[in-house]
């Protein structure tokens, strides 16, 4: 079983709409998530972390956390050509990180 | 201030031929992590370092695969002799420390490797 889980995609949104990204985890100790960016062709660049359960907004994006249910989310409001990446999930615990294999997000103009 | 340097940024080998990859972190980060990329799949650790030691090196193939931080500074990844699959984009990132994975993590632009 893979230790982060994430719906490849491609997942496609109009301009201005919301586009929702999901990820799971197996690993019960799991303490801090992070949703990284990465454009094609480039490197990952972080834009969210958290670590409690509960919502953690900036600007136009919004994270969401649920230990109960190892699920961890990232909302993009307002969404722009220039979201147009991979986003990818990572989950440390246990001294252990991992990597999701992203969720490839297209915004439609 | 610059970022995670890497070199080189591509390199084209032939099989059981030997490749090393240099990286320099970002001035002042005492973490150094070794990443492979392949095409459609998140990053994978392979080494991460806290200054010169190695503290987690559980998923590096040390059949072929070799590292050094010598002085805490710069880093090498070597792989020999390399195989087909290990065609990828090798990834070195950075972070303060000493909190390792809670810091937030610098990533280089990566060296494409393409084994033929």
């Known amino acids: 079983q893979k230790e982060v889980e994430q719906n490849s995609g491609p997942l496609s949104v109009p301009e201005g709409a919301i586009a929702s990204l999901n990820c799971t985890y197996s690993?019960?100790?799991?303490?801090?998530f992070f949703w990284y960016r990465q454009y094609s062709g480039k490197s990952p660049e972080l834009i969210m972390s958290?670590?409690?359960?509960g919502d953690k907004e900036d600007g136009r994006f919004t994270a969401q956390l649920n230990k109960a249910s190892q699920y961890v989310s990232l909302l993009i409001r307002d969404s722009q050509p220039s979201d147009s990446a991979t986003y990818l999930c990572?989950?440390?615990?246990?001294?252990?990180?991992?990597f999701g294999t992203g969720t490839s997000l297209t915004v439609i103009p | 201030e610059a970022g995670v340097v890497q070199s080189p940024r591509y390199k084209i080998i032939e099989k059981k031929q030997p490749v090393a990859f240099w990286c320099n972190p970002i001035?002042?980060?005492?973490?150094l992590y070794w990443y492979r990329q392949n095409l459609g799949q998140g990053p994978e650790l392979l080494i991460r370092?806290?200054?010169?030691?190695?503290?987690?090196d559980s998923q590096l193939p040390k059949d072929r695969f070799s590292a050094e931080r010598l002085k805490g500074v710069d880093s090498t990844l070597k792989i020999q002799p390399a195989e087909l699959g290990d065609s990828a984009v090798y990834l070195c990132?950075?972070?303060?420390?000493?909190?390792?994975?809670?810091?937030?993590?610098?990533f280089g632009p990566g060296t494409r490797l393409t084994v033929l």
């Open positions: 958290i670590y409690s359960n």
């Open positions: 690993d019960r100790v799991s303490q801090s």
């Open positions: 370092y806290e200054n010169e030691e190695a503290v987690d």
């Open positions: 990132a950075s972070s303060l420390g000493p909190f390792s994975y809670v810091d937030e993590q610098f």
């Open positions: 001035s002042g980060h005492n973490t």
């Open positions: 990572a989950v440390e615990g246990g001294n252990q990180f991992y």
